[in-house]
């Protein structure tokens, strides 16, 4: 079997890399939104993450006629009742960026101690066809939200997300480690593993 090309449907070049790096030794090629405009991203309007992946899948499987994968991942804090949740990325405002939404984190858990800072970074991922058929995986990462931020590798809320059996914060590990763990990667293993079954 030749090489599979997978459209990725994201403009997120942070999640690009990291979805490249994890299926590198896969025979996939990764083709991004960004190199294709003319597909238009689905509405995110589900109430779960796994509801916005299969929305976003299904949408640019259908426009691509290609295999689509899609994920939604994001932050879920217990002390704010799961939030930031599928608004990870708009938390603070709509066109929030990573240093706006981590400083609007840090101001709505200001003086909780350190038992009420747990925390987990949540992804859902939907891998559709063109024809609808469409499989959904789940990864989970746990850690604790720190005070400031620690670290300047990966995006997003990584700097604020402790890995206490690390003993650091997801951007303070290299790309390599943090592959091996986060959420994410947890659920790209189980993508990969269905897609090396189904060719």
């Known amino acids: 079997m030749g090489m599979l090309s997978l459209v990725v449907a994201t403009t997120n070049q942070g999640k690009l890399r990291e979805i490249a790096a994890v299926l590198h030794d896969a025979d996939v090629e990764i083709v991004g939104l960004d190199s294709h405009p003319e597909w238009i991203p689905a509405v995110e309007d589900g109430l779960t993450f796994a509801q916005n992946a299969r929305k976003k899948a299904e949408s640019i499987a259908r426009q691509s006629g290609q295999l689509c994968l899609a994920d939604d991942s994001g932050l879920v804090v217990a002390a704010l009742g ?29 003086g909780l ?86 060719v």
């Open 82 to 110: 799961d939030r930031p949740g599928i608004y990870s990325a708009r938390f603070a405002h709509a066109e929030a960026t990573d240093a706006e939404n981590n400083a609007f984190l840090l101001e709505n858990m200001r």
């Open 113 to 198: 101690p350190a038992t009420q800072r747990s925390a987990a970074f949540v992804c859902a991922m939907a891998l559709c066809s063109p024809s609808g058929d469409c499989h959904i995986f789940e990864g989970r990462l746990e850690g604790q939200i720190l005070t400031e931020p620690r670290g300047s590798s990966g995006f997003g809320y990584d700097p604020l997300f402790w890995l206490p059996e690390q003993g650091k914060s997801l951007a303070e590990i290299s790309l390599a480690e943090k592959n091996r763990i986060s959420h994410r990667a947890q659920t790209l293993t189980q993508v990969m593993a269905y897609l090396k079954q189904a």
